[in-house]
């Protein structure tokens, strides 16, 4: 499981989202092997002067990804490169306006239809 809180500039990205989602998909699906119907994306867009962070552009985001504990340190290191390497490019931003956090935290902390995550059987690997 993997959910991903994006934050950004309301002027800026608003009727961008998709775009971004897409770019981010592409890089859970290579980097982490989630099945594409696994997309768990919240942009959380601000006004200007909700977001300060002089020494960004108006294009900065911020990518919070949530998930569970298991993912080598290889694994996030490749899906922070993929971040960078479709998302600078796809959107015509610069590697400084993108900044990505993975939080982990034990599956049994996940509650999802009805249980807890540790109780689940997964369509996928976490042990990468």
Same mark, same amino acid.
Not at 29 to 54: Q, Y
Not at 92 to 97: M, S, Y
Not at 101 to 123: C, F, H, Q, S, Y
């Given at each position: 499981?993997?959910?991903?809180? @994006?934050?950004?500039? #309301?002027?800026?990205? &608003?009727?961008?989202?998709? =775009? +971004?989602?897409?770019?981010?998909?592409?890089?859970?699906?290579?980097?982490?092997?989630?099945?594409?119907?696994?997309?768990?994306?919240?942009?959380?867009?601000?006004? &200007?002067?909700?977001?300060?962070?002089?020494?960004?552009?108006?294009?900065?985001?911020?990518?919070? @990804?949530?998930?569970?504990?298991?993912?080598?340190?290889?694994?996030?290191?490749?899906?922070?490169? &993929?971040?960078?390497? #479709?998302? !600078?490019?796809?959107?015509? +931003?610069?590697?400084?306006?993108?900044?990505? =956090?993975? !939080?982990?935290?034990?599956?049994?902390?996940?509650?999802?239809?009805? !249980?807890?995550?540790?109780?689940?059987?997964?369509?996928? #690997? !976490?042990?990468?």
């Amino acid at each position: 499981m993997a959910q991903v809180k @994006v934050y950004g500039r #309301r002027d800026i990205w &608003a009727g961008r989202q998709r =775009t +971004v989602s897409d770019l981010l998909q592409e890089c859970f699906e290579t980097a982490w092997e989630l099945p594409s119907g696994k997309r768990f994306h919240r942009f959380l867009l601000l006004d &200007a002067d909700d977001m300060i962070c002089p020494q960004r552009s108006e294009q900065y985001l911020i990518i919070e @990804v949530l998930c569970f504990t298991g993912r080598s340190d290889d694994a996030k290191r490749d899906l922070i490169r &993929a971040v960078y390497e #479709r998302l !600078v490019p796809g959107l015509g +931003v610069a590697p400084d306006d993108i900044e990505i =956090t993975i !939080v982990e935290m034990p599956k049994v902390n996940w509650g999802i239809r009805g !249980v807890p995550a540790d109780e689940l059987t997964l369509n996928y #690997r !976490v042990d990468l």
